[in-house]
Structure formats: C-alpha cells, structure tokens
C-alpha cells in the first residue's frame, strides 16, 4: 500500500485544485486570492457584472497577471498576444 500526499485548493466551500506538489497548490491558492482582490476592486470601482462573468474576469486576470503588467506598461495588445501565440505548440494528429 502506498501512501499519497494531496494538496487540495478549496475556495468559497468548492474543491478547485488538487495536486501532489505544495509549491504548485500554493501557487493556484494564491492566483485564487489575487483574484478575489480583482473581484472586489472591480466592483469597488461600481461595475456591476454577474457573478459568474466576474470570477471568471478576475481569475482571467489573476493567471495572466504578468501579461497585464506589461500591458500596463505600454506594450500593445497586438504584439502581447502574438508573443503569448509563440508560447503555444501545435500538435498535429498524425494521419492513419
């Protein structure tokens, strides 16, 4: 029998992570505060979207926050988001 250690991200009462590594898990955790922070600056600043729209707005921001601070510093969304395509790996189906 082997013993297995999990780390399990809970928010608001829902399991949204689990994982083997502490660090990775603490990671999620944190990006989950940060977004919470967004959710209320965001509403503190009279937008009213619904809930849903605006948890997924603000873990949207929360994952790519270094993207933003870049976007915040200037650089364009046009060359942000071609550099983020060149991050992403195609990979073709092999043909039968």
Do not use: P
Request: hydrophobic share 40%; glycine share 4%; no cysteine.
């Amino acid at each position: 029998m082997a013993v297995i250690t999990r780390y399990v991200v809970e928010h608001k009462g829902v399991e949204k992570f689990v994982s083997a590594d502490k660090k990775e898990a603490d990671q999620y955790d944190k990006m989950l505060d940060v977004a919470d922070n967004l959710s209320e600056y965001i509403e503190g600043k009279g937008f009213n979207l619904d809930a849903s729209v605006l948890e997924e707005l603000s873990i949207m921001l929360s994952k790519n926050k270094d993207s933003l601070t870049k976007l915040l510093k200037g650089t364009s969304a046009d060359s942000l988001l071609s550099e983020e395509k060149a991050d992403v790996v195609k990979i073709e189906k092999k043909k039968a």
